[in-house]
T-cell receptor
Framework: AQSVTQPDIHITVSEGASLELRCNYSYGATPYLFWYVQSPGQGLQLLLKYFSGDTLVQGIKGFEAEFKRSQSSFNLRKPSVHWSDAAEYFCAVGGKAGTALIFGKGTTLSVSS | EPEVTQTPSHQVTQMGQEVILRCVPISNHLYFYWYRQILGQKVEFLVSFYNNEISEKSEIFDDQFSVERPDGSNFTLKIRSTKLEDSAMYFC?????????????FGSGTQLSVL
């Protein structure tokens, strides 16, 4: 069955520290992988996506993610977190147009000063 | 930047009542979606819509739900007889990518509260 697991429900990081949010997936075909961010009262904003090619992908706001097929993982990273990064982060896997994106349960990021 | 617009931002209804959630997708988009997020849970796919018909739907999307594109701009989700467990944030999304979900744009959601 297709699924996405985000093992960490809530993470707190000090401002300026590095961040890694974990994501593992199960998908029958070649996965298209996404990270979305949701700020309070806002919709889902796409941070980055992986379809093929270079396994390290760059996104907006200084985020990057690395696709590791052997580990079925697509972890999100940022070298230095800013207070404005506090939000909920969702990993998702999906495929062709018109089909469902499968989301993980999300990780809430808090940033401490 | 173009955006997907959802109205209202918050809807309160009594159990058993019908509700219609409205979405205006980005104008040249062809694929339309509804997702929902129950508080504290993950975002779940409800339905996708293309060429005036449903492309795919989840188990959640039962006979109580329907979607419609009544004119060239709106995309609506109707819940015929709401239940308490329908309380959730409902997200509309649209895309003009005919191959993948790569260029999927989400609206800011409608929070539905069923009392």
């Amino acid at each position: 069955a297709q699924s996405v697991t985000q093992p960490d429900i809530h993470i707190t990081v000090s401002e300026g520290a590095s961040l890694e949010l974990r994501c593992n997936y199960s998908y029958g075909a070649t996965p298209y992988l996404f990270w979305y961010v949701q700020s309070p009262g806002q919709g889902l904003q796409l941070l980055l996506k992986y379809f093929s090619g270079d396994t390290l992908v760059q996104g907006i706001k200084g985020f990057e993610a690395e696709f590791k097929r052997s580990q079925s993982s697509f972890n999100l990273r940022k070298p230095s977190v800013h207070w404005s990064d506090a939000a909920e982060y969702f990993c998702a896997v999906g495929g062709k147009a018109g089909t469902a994106l499968i989301f993980g349960k999300g990780t809430t990021l808090s940033v401490s000063s | 930047e173009p955006e997907v617009t959802q109205t209202p931002s918050h809807q309160v209804t009594q159990m058993g009542q019908e509700v219609i959630l409205r979405c205006v997708p980005i104008s040249n988009h062809l694929y339309f979606y509804w997702y929902r997020q129950i508080l504290g849970q993950k975002v779940e796919f409800l339905v996708s819509f293309y060429n005036n018909e449903i492309s795919e739907k989840s188990e959640i999307f039962d006979d109580q739900f329907s979607v419609e594109r009544p004119d060239g701009s709106n995309f609506t989700l109707k819940i015929r007889s709401t239940k308490l467990e329908d309380s959730a944030m409902y997200f509309c999304a649209s895309s003009n990518d005919a191959r993948t979900n790569e260029k999927l744009f989400f609206g800011s959601g409608t929070q539905l509260s069923v009392l």
